[in-house]
């Protein structure tokens, strides 16, 4: 069989690189090979969207295509190292980025991570699911509950501008591979928001609601003008539920994760201090996640204390990943015993901000 293939390598950073460009005979090579295999899986490694999990993939959708066009049943790509979304095209499925596996990145972005199955037939794949997983210290783990609820949103907001649908089923996402009969009806279920007014009384809003796993917003019905802002969860583990993988730094025994108390869900974060130990004890996040400074984001939860001295919640925004601390925002500090005490706060980036984290710490009574 002829191989011709246009190589574009060079050098650069002590690696090889190169660039699969697919010629003529190649496309005829892909349309040979129809008879011989049942299914034929083309991989493709597509460096030009590092990072990017919404890039406008102008080349990475080009060189999938190409490949189908010329015979394969499916298209798995990766490099990017983050999560990408799937394609339908022409009845053949298309992986833009699984994310990273098993790597040494640390980058949010590059945490959360899926592995495709896929049930195939003679007339190619006929069926195909991923499960999420996070990358937890270099080590791929299931997730399940609201860690995996949350990569397949993602992966369907992602798939969705590919003209793709991805449905959530039980832990894991499922690829629609045919429209028209691949979804099927759906139930609603209404909300009703107690509104409160802002200065004024000319203004009102809600408290923020959370879409439980596997909903998603359908409609808005208000007496007047109404609008709604929809957001996503940046925190993905805030509720500190046993999801299989947690981005919390938890040091000692005096940072742990507690199943005997909980203010929603099963689980909370317990932080302790004696008068023998008068340094601070402090939990935050392993990595930073991204921000944009034009966004708005709204902070919510609740603190429960006994006999605590500065319990405190502080959000960082940072221009960089290793420095760069902009600033701090202290959005919640209570001392003393205080029953669970719920708090949501807007809050606004710096311009400068690229990056947020979470830093939850309280003093010795």
Same mark, same amino acid.
């Given at each position: 069989?002829?191989?011709?293939?246009?190589?574009?390598?060079? @050098?650069?950073?002590?690696?090889?690189?190169?660039?699969?460009?697919?010629?003529?005979?190649?496309?005829?090579?892909?349309?040979?090979?129809?008879?011989?295999?049942?299914?034929?899986?083309?991989?493709?490694?597509?460096?030009?969207?590092?990072?990017?999990?919404?890039?406008?993939? @102008?080349?990475?959708?080009?060189?999938?295509?190409?490949?189908?066009?010329?015979?394969?049943?499916?298209?798995?790509?990766?490099?990017?190292? @983050?999560?990408?979304?799937?394609?339908?095209?022409?009845?053949?499925?298309?992986?833009?980025?699984?994310?990273?596996?098993?790597?040494?990145?640390?980058?949010?972005?590059?945490?959360?991570?899926?592995?495709?199955?896929?049930?195939?037939?003679?007339?190619?794949?006929?069926?195909?699911?991923?499960?999420?997983?996070?990358?937890?210290?270099?080590?791929?783990?299931?997730?399940?509950?609201?860690?995996?609820?949350?990569?397949?949103?993602?992966?369907?907001?992602?798939?969705?501008?590919?003209?793709?649908?991805?449905?959530?089923?039980?832990?894991?996402?499922?690829?629609?591979?045919?429209?028209?009969?691949?979804?099927?009806?759906?139930?609603?279920?209404?909300?009703?928001?107690?509104?409160?007014?802002?200065?004024?009384?000319?203004?009102?809003?809600?408290?923020?609601?959370?879409?439980?796993?596997?909903?998603?917003?359908?409609?808005?019905?208000?007496?007047?003008?109404?609008?709604?802002?929809?957001?996503?969860?940046?925190?993905?583990?805030?509720?500190?539920?046993?999801?299989?993988?947690?981005?919390?730094?938890?040091?000692?025994?005096?940072?742990?994760?507690?199943?005997?108390?909980?203010?929603?869900?099963?689980?909370?974060?317990?932080?302790?201090?004696?008068?023998?130990?008068?340094?601070? @004890?402090?939990?935050?996040?392993?990595?930073?996640?991204?921000?944009?400074?034009?966004?708005?984001?709204?902070?919510?939860?609740?603190?429960?204390?006994?006999?605590?001295?500065?319990?405190?919640?502080?959000?960082?925004?940072?221009?960089?990943?290793?420095?760069?601390?902009?600033?701090?925002?202290?959005?919640?500090?209570?001392?003393?015993?205080?029953?669970?005490?719920?708090?949501?706060?807007?809050?606004?980036?710096?311009?400068?901000?690229?990056?947020?984290?979470?830093?939850?710490?309280?003093?010795?009574?």
């Amino acid at each position: 069989m002829d191989r011709s293939y246009s190589w574009d390598a060079g @050098v650069g950073k002590g690696r090889e690189r190169c660039r699969w460009t697919p010629s003529t005979s190649d496309r005829g090579e892909f349309s040979g090979s129809a008879p011989i295999v049942d299914v034929l899986v083309r991989h493709l490694p597509l460096r030009r969207t590092e990072f990017q999990p919404g890039a406008e993939r @102008v080349y990475a959708r080009e060189m999938a295509h190409l490949a189908v066009d010329a015979g394969a049943d499916l298209v798995v790509a990766h490099h990017p190292h @983050v999560l990408q979304g799937f394609e339908v095209y022409r009845g053949k499925l298309i992986a833009y980025s699984l994310g990273d596996f098993i790597f040494d990145k640390e980058e949010y972005e590059t945490l959360p991570t899926v592995v495709l199955a896929c049930r195939v037939g003679p007339e190619g794949v006929e069926e195909a699911y991923f499960h999420p997983a996070f990358i937890e210290d270099y080590v791929p783990k299931p997730v399940v509950g609201e860690a995996a609820d949350w990569v397949v949103r993602l992966l369907a907001e992602l798939s969705a501008r590919e003209g793709t649908v991805v449905l959530p089923e039980g832990e894991v996402g499922r690829i629609v591979l045919d429209p028209s009969t691949g979804v099927e009806e759906r139930t609603t279920r209404p909300i009703s928001l107690p509104l409160r007014a802002l200065s004024g009384g000319c203004l009102f809003y809600s408290e923020p609601v959370w879409l439980a796993p596997g909903e998603f917003l359908a409609g808005l019905d208000a007496e007047g003008e109404a609008s709604v802002q929809v957001g996503t969860d940046l925190l993905v583990f805030g509720g500190f539920e046993a999801d299989g993988a947690t981005l919390w730094e938890l040091n000692s025994q005096d940072e742990q994760i507690d199943s005997t108390v909980a203010w929603e869900g099963l689980q909370s974060l317990r932080l302790t201090r004696t008068n023998a130990n008068t340094s601070r @004890v402090q939990v935050r996040l392993k990595s930073k996640p991204p921000v944009l400074p034009e966004r708005s984001y709204t902070l919510t939860g609740a603190v429960l204390t006994e006999n605590a001295q500065q319990a405190t919640v502080a959000v960082r925004w940072y221009q960089g990943r290793e420095s760069g601390l902009i600033r701090q925002d202290d959005v919640v500090a209570l001392t003393g015993t205080s029953p669970w005490t719920p708090f949501s706060v807007e809050l606004m980036p710096p311009p400068e901000a690229k990056l947020c984290g979470y830093l939850l710490h309280a003093l010795s009574p």
